[in-house]
């Protein structure tokens, strides 16, 4: 089969649909309906004489084919990329998709120097296409190390074989409560008994019971997979949870959240730059590497 820039665009709309789970849940990221997605992958498939994927009542899943086809799109699009950025320069100019993976909410942390970093690189080059893939903490290493993106800014536990992670700054996270929940109005004498039977939410990017030790009641009877849901679960009133300082401040401010013993029940993490050690010789990733530690710096 011989590669042509409409194959291209069909593996990149295949490559969305998989890493969004489905048809349906692309439509938002392509901006496009699910019939057109439809056809498109329909061509992919006609186009390559494979069954790329299982489609229907029963959901999405990919045929043996699919995945290996999955894999293979990814390496292609990452050599296109390289080979775009490479071209480019050599002739001393920026040239390219900026492909940034990052973690919920750090827009609200002042000490984020992600849209300065994205200022910058559009300043030295009208030339560069940016992609945000705001995704879960482990998503975030999984993106750059398959390539799907050029960097990626989160944190992490356990580090990755075959990545660099540079702290970028530390984020603070304290224990909230809700308006309505027990512990809101509750005098500091209170507190501890309160707390043991208080629930809490599990998120996922920690293992909260065995990283913070903190005795509190791990249930497992609420979890979420981003900031956006463990404030959910603490706007009920229902349960207490931990959450960025910087994203929460917005609820403390309006009387609506509280932070719980806020000497006791905190605990910090560092945000991180995150690089493939294969993936990031080319200009335009060392250019982003370079304005990145540069927004984020002091």
């Excluded at 061509?43 to 290996?68: H, P, V």
């Excluded at 050029?150 to 308006?179: A, M, Q, W």
């Excluded at 990283?211 to 706007?235: C, F, K, T, V």
């Excluded at 560092?270 to 982003?288: E, N």
Aim: hydrophobic content about 40%; glycine content about 8%.
């Amino acid at each position: 089969m011989q590669v042509q820039d409409v194959d291209l665009r069909l593996l990149r709309i295949f490559v969305t649909i998989v890493e969004s789970g489905g048809l349906s849940a692309a439509e938002s990221r392509l901006n496009i309906g699910r019939s057109t997605i439809s056809t498109h992958l329909s061509d992919l498939e006609i186009r390559l004489g494979l069954k790329l994927c299982k489609r229907g009542r029963s959901g999405f899943e990919l045929t043996d084919a699919g995945r290996i086809t999955y894999q293979a799109s990814l390496e292609l699009l990452q050599q296109c990329e390289t080979f775009a950025s490479t071209v480019a320069g050599s002739k001393h100019q920026l040239a390219g998709r900026v492909t940034i993976a990052i973690i919920d909410t750090l827009v609200s942390d002042p000490r984020c120097g992600v849209a300065q970093a994205i200022a910058l690189l559009k300043a030295k080059s009208d030339n560069l296409q940016f992609d945000i893939y705001v995704c879960e903490a482990r998503e975030v290493e999984t993106s750059v190390a398959n390539g799907r993106s050029l960097v990626g800014i989160g944190v992490s536990r356990h580090h990755i074989r075959g990545l660099d992670y540079v702290p970028l700054h530390n984020e603070t996270n304290f224990l909230y409560c809700g308006k309505g929940h027990p512990l809101f109005d509750c005098d500091t004498r209170e507190i501890s008994k309160l707390l043991a039977q208080a629930e809490v939410v599990t998120s996922n990017y920690l293992r909260d019971k065995e990283s913070r030790n903190d005795g509190l009641n791990y249930q497992n009877s609420a979890s979420a997979y981003h900031d956006e849901g463990i404030a959910h679960l603490i706007l009920s009133g229902q349960f207490i949870g931990y959450l960025p300082e910087h994203y929460a401040s917005h609820w403390v401010d309006k009387g609506l959240f509280r932070a719980i013993l806020p000497e006791r029940y905190f605990y910090q993490i560092p945000v991180m730059l995150i690089t493939s050690k294969s993936h990031s010789a080319s200009p335009l990733a060392q250019a982003t590497i370079e304005v990145i530690k540069k927004c984020h710096a002091g």
